[in-house]
């Protein structure tokens, strides 16, 4: 379920403007050669103030965003119409899409579904499912158990690694829920879809007193 901290932290800050490496390398490695990128349907969930839609648009391909915040789904549209770029923006709550099945080519989740707890997250990922054709491809990186901050805010009732909010490391206090995903659980969670790879991003920041642990998982709709 969408919260609405992130209108709160979208208003109070500058966002990250520019797409990740691995995004770049995953898109380029299955997308670049594409015959027409435009007939490439690409879907952002929790798309932010649009740092990836607007890589994507720019690369020529057709882009759709959705996200909770309209504060984000604003700066994200404005950011694109800015550069006299193609996009669609739309704000609502992905646990449910509103999309026809099989209407699109790729999603991505760049950190989006982290921040919904795992009863959400395996309906969002069936939603995913549902609007990817046959053959399409599922990109998410998401937050991993062992992070810095584990374990230093309350638990969600009912699941095991997710936290009201936390309150130390990289994604303390002020983030919202927070759910990190351990080893076990991404056959699980992923399970709707075929899982190509699961590769890990280590990241270490105030002299390595944080250390920020994600999971690149690349899935297809088989
Ligand atoms: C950490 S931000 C990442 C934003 C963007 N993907 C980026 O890379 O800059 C997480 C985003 O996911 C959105 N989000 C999380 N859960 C959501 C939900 N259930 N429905 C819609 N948006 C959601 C938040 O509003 C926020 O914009």
């Known amino acids: 379920m969408w919260n609405r901290i992130w209108d709160t932290i ?14 770049i390398r995953f898109i380029a490695r299955d997308f670049y050669a594409a015959p027409s990128r435009s007939d490439v349907r690409i879907l952002e969930v ?27 789904v604003e700066r994200a549209a404005a950011r ?19 999309f026809e099945d099989e209407t699109f080519d790729c999603a991505i989740d760049i950190e989006c579904l982290y921040a919904n707890s795992r009863k959400d997250c395996a309906r969002i990922l069936s939603e995913i499912h549902r609007v990817l054709k046959p053959g399409g491809k599922l990109f998410s990186k998401t937050f991993m158990t062992g992070t810095t901050g584990e374990g230093s805010g309350p638990k969600l009732e009912g699941e095991e690694n997710t936290y009201l909010e ?3 490391g990289p994604l303390r206090q002020g983030c919202g829920l927070i759910r990190l995903t351990s080893e076990r659980e991404i056959p ?15 990241r270490s920041e105030k002299n390595q007193a944080h250390v920020t642990k994600e999971w690149i998982i690349q899935c297809t709709k088989a």
Do not use: M, Q
């Open 10 to 23: 979208f208003s109070d800050n500058e966002w990250g403007k520019y797409p990740p490496e691995d995004l």
């Open 46 to 72: 929790g798309c932010g103030t649009g740092a990836n839609l607007w890589y994507l648009a720019r690369e020529g391909f057709r882009v759709t965003g959705i996200d909770g915040s309209r504060v984000g």
């Open 80 to 98: 694109l119409k800015a550069e006299s770029l193609e996009g669609t923006v739309l704000v609502g709550d992905i646990v449910s899409l509103p």
């Open 166 to 168: 936390l309150r130390e």
């Open 188 to 202: 699980e969670l992923y399970h709707p879809f075929r899982i190509d790879s699961v590769d890990t991003l280590l």
